[in-house]
């Protein structure tokens, strides 16, 4: 577009300077009138003339495409300017309320998880892992926090686990957060699924040793997992139940990252630390968060360099995603987590 500007108000300069000469200038204009009616005179002008019109004409006609598009784009202009304005309004809310909620005074309830209706006890420990699981076989483990770190239990907050992170966290807005940090603040933690999901009869599970759900949009998960039951809430995982999961096993185990082929099947139970399994590894994961209207993923994308995976975590990020989109890229696919809290 800078071209066809460029290139149109030179055109205008060079008509108007030349106007401008034959007009001003002593000796041409002499010239002009002496001869205006000779009719070489009136063709040399006409040309001239001419010449630099359709000089012109052709420029514009090179660069209507550009016009047009351009034109058009002023609508979505508009409609990139209201989705920033509106995300910027949901972060001043969203951080309004979580400073609310945070700061206020609470009873330490980390090391007593409750278990929601219709879920029983199956095994482990507030320190390694509580699990829980509902009469289908679904598990989900307890991740403990509160507003402040005590000892292992993590605060209940965004992170960013890099120094310069592609998306920062709080540039994230996460979708009805509110009742959940009030119930994780107040319960003192929340429960993860204890693996990626996978499908069973038309509905989401959270069962070791199925094949996972990798390849499907992010509304069509959300509809899977709809709540059938008023006594406890279950939804895609957020950004501050992500990141505080994920610091609760890194203050108590060192993650190693694994790599798998995204082109065959991948089955739940992959890796576990704290009883969470498939956490570690190139499945990304959806999560509720946005970023002015893109849909972040989390977990460890893999860019084709095998050695990472022999590492120490270092790349957690957070990444966006079209919201057309089903896959990440042809190294990693994504996967769907849920939580549970009442």
């Known amino acids: 577009m800078n071209s066809f500007i460029f290139s149109f108000l030179f055109s205008i300069v060079m008509i108007s300077a030349f106007v401008y000469v034959v007009k001003n200038h002593e000796m041409l204009s002499k010239m002009y009138e002496q001869n205006k009616d000779k009719k070489l005179v009136k063709i040399i002008v006409s040309t001239i003339v001419g010449f630099t019109f359709l000089i012109l004409v052709i420029m514009i006609g090179q660069n209507i495409n550009t016009i047009i598009r351009y034109t058009f784009s002023l609508d979505d202009h508009k409609e990139n300017l209201n989705i920033f304005e509106n995300t910027d309004e949901l972060l001043a809310e969203e951080q309004k309320n979580y400073n609310e909620l945070i700061n206020k005074d609470y009873e330490s309830k980390s090391n007593s998880p409750y278990i929601p209706d219709g879920f029983t006890y199956k095994e482990g420990d507030v320190e390694t892992g509580f699990v829980i699981v509902d009469s289908t076989g679904s598990e989900y483990v307890?991740?403990?926090?509160?507003?402040?770190?005590?000892?292992?239990?993590?605060?209940?907050?965004?992170?960013?686990?890099?120094?310069?992170?592609f998306i920062y966290a709080d540039a994230c807005v996460n979708e009805s957060i509110e009742s959940f940090l009030k119930s994780a603040l107040e319960?003192?933690?929340?429960?993860?699924?204890?693996?990626?999901?996978?499908?069973?009869?038309?509905?989401?599970?959270?069962?070791?040793?199925?094949?996972?759900?990798?390849?499907?949009?992010?509304?069509?998960?959300?509809?899977?997992?709809?709540?059938?039951?008023?006594?406890?809430?279950?939804?895609?995982?957020?950004?501050?139940?992500?990141?505080?999961?994920?610091?609760?096993?890194?203050?108590?185990?060192?993650?190693?990252?694994?790599?798998?082929?995204?082109?065959?099947?991948?089955?739940?139970?992959?890796?576990?630390?704290?009883?969470?399994?498939?956490?570690?590894?190139?499945?990304?994961?959806?999560?509720?968060?946005?970023?002015?209207?893109?849909?972040?993923?989390?977990?460890?994308p893999f860019d084709g360099d095998n050695s990472k995976y022999d590492n120490v975590v270092k790349n957690y990020d957070r990444l966006s995603i079209k919201n057309d989109k089903k896959t990440f890229s042809a190294g990693t696919k994504i996967g769907i987590r849920a939580i549970i809290y009442k």
């Open 142 to 165: 307890w991740v403990p926090c509160f507003n402040k770190e005590v000892g292992n239990v993590p605060k209940l907050e965004k992170r960013n686990f890099t120094e310069e992170p």
């Open 187 to 300: 319960n003192g933690g929340f429960y993860i699924s204890r693996y990626e999901l996978g499908k069973e009869n038309d509905k989401l599970v959270s069962k070791k040793g199925i094949e996972i759900e990798k390849d499907i949009f992010l509304d069509d998960a959300k509809v899977l997992l709809k709540n059938e039951t008023e006594s406890y809430n279950i939804e895609i995982i957020n950004g501050y139940a992500y990141d505080t999961a994920l610091a609760w096993i890194m203050k108590t185990k060192d993650i190693k990252l694994e790599f798998y082929d995204v082109n065959k099947p991948i089955i739940s139970g992959r890796n576990e630390y704290n009883k969470i399994n498939d956490i570690a590894d190139n499945i990304m994961e959806y999560t509720t968060e946005n970023e002015y209207g893109s849909p972040i993923i989390r977990g460890f």
